[in-house]
């Protein structure tokens, strides 16, 4: 292990840990933008500048690996000079329009800017981003104004999902994160997993299923995905009895966070108007309103037609990964020991 003092604490590490993570480790919270637990590290922000005792200068805490015997310091006056700097550079180029952004409450450059009492910039106004509103597609907004070129969007798209579906693009005012040849988003080659929504620390992606909603009004209900049998966890956001949208849960056991976009975006099929809520029987070619008992006695003659005028294995069971495993498990049995076939399967083995 690697014995080092952070905040006069004596930190006790495997080799390699970061300082940042080491810190983490004995509850000290360095401020970071760019880094992120399950990505690679990226260094590009600076914000967790740290003081090692002895060294000229600042290091960045999330590149920076714990060695034998060093004294850390994470809120020095210096140290807290520089983030002050960072965050005043970064406000040089943002829209700052908070009181209106959809990512108030929710926002890492705001909650920095408050922690380290940092209201405006002191640079004067010069060039800066002025980028339209991409908002085409109905899942994900952009707003290029508002990106502060932290790259988790990036490096999410492309180590953690495998789509490289972003990178960076332009130098200067005009670096953006797009697509290539700065396509819209669309689905030739975004799967909309939304995870690069879920990791933006600014209002530059924005969840539109969550818009008009702030993040202190919905509550958090853990569920599980409904979609399919792999049993991915999230959070079901709810606002006035309502589900909004759906956020990662990073402590996941199944998909530690990692959602794909049935998971992410159709939890509005809850409330749709599409959604059938009462059986129906075919009758005259034409589909009509019936009772639960009207439908159930009409399957179970049906099934018992068929299954004495042309053998049990004139009939297939196709069961859903939306039913519960104990559903499902009827199901086998009313398919096997009922009907009396085993051609029974299930929407998830394929
Ligand atoms: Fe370390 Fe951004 S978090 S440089």
């Avoid at 109905?138 to 492309?158: S, W, Y």
Wanted: proline share 3%; net charge negative; aromatic share 6%.
């Amino acid at each position: 292990m690697v014995e080092l003092t952070i905040d006069g604490r004596a930190v006790s590490v495997a080799p390699g840990t970061s300082i940042l993570e080491a810190a983490a480790s004995v509850g000290v919270d360095i401020p970071a933008l760019c880094y992120d637990k399950t990505l690679t590290t990226f260094g590009a922000c600076r914000l967790c500048s740290v003081e090692i005792e002895g060294r000229a200068n600042l290091a960045a805490a999330c590149s920076t690996p714990v060695a034998d015997g060093l004294v850390v310091l994470t809120e020095s006056d210096t140290v807290v000079d520089a983030r002050r700097t960072v965050l005043d550079l970064l406000l040089s180029d943002h829209p700052q329009d908070c009181l209106i952004c959809e990512k108030a409450g929710d926002c890492l450059l705001q909650e920095y800017c408050y922690r380290y009492g940092v209201e405006h910039t002191s640079f004067v106004k010069g060039a800066t981003k002025n980028f339209e509103l991409d908002d085409d597609n109905h899942l994900i907004q952009r707003d290029q104004n508002k990106c502060i070129l932290c790259g988790k969007c990036v490096r999410v798209c492309h180590e953690v999902q495998a789509t490289n579906a972003v990178d960076f693009a332009g130098r200067g005012f005009e670096s953006t994160v797009t697509t290539s040849f700065d396509h819209p988003l669309n689905k030739d080659f975004c799967r909309f997993c939304g995870q690069c929504v879920d990791l933006c620390p600014t209002g530059a992606l924005v969840n539109k299923q969550l818009k008009g909603t702030r993040t202190w009004e919905r509550q958090k209900v853990r569920t599980t995905c409904p979609f399919c049998g792999v049993g991915c966890n999230f959070d079901l956001n709810v606002h006035e009895g309502k589900v909004v949208g759906v956020t990662a849960n990073y402590d996941a056991p199944v998909n530690a966070g990692s959602l794909c976009v049935k998971g992410r975006f159709h939890t509005d099929l809850i409330d749709s108007p599409d959604r059938i809520t009462t059986p129906l029987i075919k009758r005259d070619g034409v589909f009509e309103p019936a009772s639960w008992d009207e439908a159930l006695d009409l399957v179970a003659s049906r099934l018992l037609e068929i299954k004495q005028s042309d053998g049990p294995d004139a009939i297939a069971v196709l069961s859903s990964a939306r039913c519960t495993n104990e559903e499902n498990y009827l199901l086998q049995r009313l398919t096997r020991a009922g009907l009396n076939t085993n051609s029974i399967d299930h929407c998830a083995r394929t």
